[in-house]
């Protein structure tokens, strides 16, 4: 994929090849920008305005899959800024999922009774658009530094409950390897933690930097899982496959979570092309975020109803395993919600009147023993009332 006619005509292959070079030898400024995309003098100008309040960082491997002369590219909208950026809107806030107001300790949100997000570095390879957290990755504000490790790793140990954590930042895998394995093997060495996932878009913007040496290491911390970050079936491209494929073959399930940006990917189209070239390469398509109110996102939301047309588009039409789940994660910190079409078109206290993608009513008949489940036999976890609307449900909770 690399282009010679760029700043790049004399790096070598090896070079290329080579995650650190390529963080190096990022795009920063509109010098730069300039010798790999063509800008008007009005387009330099704004992204000069930009740049005094969001940085722009851009890795030659992702510069090179953009189109050069395409404004409206999708890759190019991800990645190089746009005067609407500092256009704040009412509804804009610094930290709208309050990940750092909740936080108990630097670096975690413990939001779910049984899995934690603990923020490992601010440090990311591409400093994306509509970045949720460029509160952190882009503004420093609450910069996370490595001495905030241990405080936060310690707080997971005195949760019990805490069995799935979720590893993200910034971009973990922007850590060197021994910085990453120590966190992992402190991760792994507490008890009840089951799983450890690690939330990365370093396989779609930085590909290089999935080496066989990286994943050697990660597979001794099973089970572990990934999830990325590809928005756009342009970003499909051989080194990111390849990066993904080392990744399934180090035993890591790798899953992906879009974001719907206007004008880049909200498209039934090209939603559909995307998860359908996610499955193929054996990327679980997981989530697709309604785009979050963070700072100077606002000219990339969409319509609620645009997730749900494209969710409306892909059950039933294409294989279950490339079907996400559309979710708005709710402002203030309520987590993330689902939303989906209505397939339930009436009930009755026996029967429920269904519709399919086709548009068809099926009538499924309910069973006439409603007898609840005693739960003699049950043996499994230890029975406790659940929380939150489960509970509302549970027969012993009165209303
Ligand atoms: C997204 C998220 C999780 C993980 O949610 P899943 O639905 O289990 O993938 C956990 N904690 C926080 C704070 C999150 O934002």
Redesign the pocket.
């Known amino acids: 994929m690399r282009k010679l006619n760029t700043i790049w005509a004399n790096a070598t292959d090896s070079q290329w090849n080579n995650w650190r070079w390529q963080l190096k030898n990022r795009i920063a400024t509109v010098a730069q920008l300039r010798q790999v995309v063509t800008l008007s003098d009005n387009e330099e100008q704004e992204i000069e305005q930009c740049l005094k309040i969001f940085p722009m960082a851009i890795t030659p491997h992702y510069a090179s899959i953009m189109s050069d002369s395409e404004s409206d590219c999708p890759i190019r909208m991800q990645a190089v800024p746009d005067i609407q950026e500092i256009s704040f809107r009412d509804c804009d806030m610094e930290d709208p999922?309050h990940?750092s107001l909740d936080s108990p300790v630097p670096g975690i949100?413990?939001?779910?009774p049984d899995?934690?997000?603990f923020l490992v570095t601010d440090q990311c390879a591409v400093y994306c658009r509509h970045c949720t957290r460029r509160r952190i990755a882009q503004r420093g504000q609450q910069v996370l530094q490595y001495k905030h490790i241990e405080p936060a790793i310690e707080y997971i140990n005195s949760r019990k409950a805490v069995r799935?954590v979720?590893v993200s930042g910034g971009d973990p895998l922007t850590l060197p390897d021994e910085k990453l394995e120590y966190i992992l093997m402190r991760l792994r060495a507490i008890k009840h933690v089951e799983i450890i996932?690690i939330g990365s878009r370093i396989p779609v913007v930085l590909p290089q930097r999935i080496t066989r040496s990286l994943c050697k290491m990660l597979k001794k911390y099973h089970p572990l899982w990934l999830?990325t970050h590809f928005n756009h079936p342009r970003e499909i491209v051989p080194e990111s496959i390849e990066a993904c494929t080392r990744l399934a073959d180090a035993g890591i399930p790798v899953g992906n979570q879009s974001v719907l940006l206007k004008g880049i990917n909200d498209s039934p189209y090209i939603m559909k092309e995307l998860v359908q070239g996610l499955v193929k390469n054996r990327i679980r398509p997981?989530?697709i975020y309604q785009c979050d109110l963070s700072a100077g996102t606002g000219h990339f939301r969409t319509a609620v109803g645009k997730g749900i047309e494209i969710y409306e588009n892909l059950r039933g039409h294409t294989s279950g395993l490339a079907v996400p789940t559309f979710?708005i994660?709710a402002p203030g910190g309520g987590?993330?919600i689902p939303l989906f079409p209505n397939y339930v078109v009436s009930r009755s206290d026996r029967k429920i009147v269904l519709r399919n993608f086709e548009g068809n009513l099926y009538t499924y008949t309910e069973p006439e023993d409603l007898s609840v489940y005693k739960g003699k036999t049950c043996t499994a976890g230890n029975n406790k009332t659940p929380t939150g609307v489960a509970g509302l449900l549970h027969p012993k909770t009165r209303g």
């Not at 949100?109 to 779910?112: K, S, V």
Request: glycine share 6%; net charge positive; charged share 35%.
């Open positions: 999922l990940e949100t413990h939001r779910y899995r934690i997000l799935d979720l996932r999830n997981y989530y979710v994660d987590g993330k």
